[in-house]
């Protein structure tokens, strides 16, 4: 467990994905009501915890070794791994088909950690040229339905959110929604687009949405539930 104080007024407890237990507290409050609070929430924490850790069991380890799996847009690619010959130091990925090709460049000795580092950056990188050129049109197309300009798309490789949109940059896009199937790639992408129109969540922007995908209720629960699966 972590705490961090600051200058706010009231405590918050959140479950990160990697960083564990995160209390928030304010500065000068004792660690008895910090203890208090935990122990009121006890249920509610250990009842996500249990999530987080069934979502990583089904999700798999991640260690970037040939034959594991990573989800794109509902197909599944397998890793397999080769040697080459370039002098570039990092390892390249591609795909072919149903497999994910990385090609070690690198022959001196890395530690497991660092090879693994390095093989994670290598995927990443693939998955944001690819979502640069899978993404557009699913926004382009959500546009087209409600009559609406192509905004700017940008991608990002955020921790929590998945979208976000600003009538000022446009539509910001999470490259891991390429981890996901299709159904949850247009509710997100559809979602971002009613924002264009709808800037909150509201009536108007529910009704809209769900013009253009009847099960966004079903698909956002769906999203919150399994997210920790869609991670590098
Ligand atoms: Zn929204």
């Known amino acids: 467990m972590q705490i961090i104080r600051s200058k706010r007024r009231s405590l918050a407890?959140?479950?990160?994905?990697?960083?564990?237990?995160?209390?928030?507290?304010?500065l000068r409050m004792p660690q008895k009501?910090?203890?208090d609070f935990l122990h009121a929430r006890r249920d509610w924490?250990?009842?996500?915890?249990?999530?987080?850790?069934?979502?990583r069991v089904a999700r798999g380890p991640r260690n970037y070794e040939a034959g594991e799996t990573f989800g794109y847009l509902g197909q599944q690619l397998t890793i397999s791994l080769e040697?080459?010959?370039?002098?570039?130091?990092?390892?390249?990925?591609r795909r072919e088909g149903d497999r994910l090709i990385i090609t070690l460049n690198?022959?001196?000795?890395?530690?497991?950690?660092?090879?693994?580092?390095?093989l994670q950056q290598s995927v990443v990188a693939f998955y944001r040229r690819a979502a640069q050129g899978d993404l557009p049109p699913r926004v382009a197309y959500f546009c087209d339905q409600l009559g609406l300009p192509m905004p700017a798309v940008t991608i990002a490789h955020q921790r929590r959110r998945w979208g976000s949109c600003s009538t000022r940059s446009g539509l910001r896009l999470n490259l891991r929604l390429l981890l996901c199937d299709e159904d949850l790639v247009d509710y997100v992408v559809a979602?971002?687009?009613?924002?264009?129109?709808?800037?909150?969540?509201?009536?108007r922007f529910h009704h809209l949405l769900e013009t253009l995908i009847p099960e966004a209720r079903r698909l956002s629960r769906r999203l919150a539930q399994e997210s920790e699966r869609y991670r590098f």
């Open 191 to 203: 979602h971002e687009v009613c924002h264009l129109r709808e800037m909150n969540h509201g009536p």
């Open 33 to 35: 009501d910090i203890d």
């Open 106 to 118: 690198r022959a001196q000795a890395l530690s497991a950690q660092e090879r693994r580092a390095d």
């Open 45 to 55: 924490i250990d009842k996500h915890q249990a999530r987080i850790a069934q979502e």
């Open 83 to 93: 040697s080459g010959g370039a002098r570039s130091r990092r390892p390249t990925t």
């Open 13 to 26: 407890v959140e479950i990160h994905p990697e960083r564990g237990l995160l209390v928030r507290a304010p």
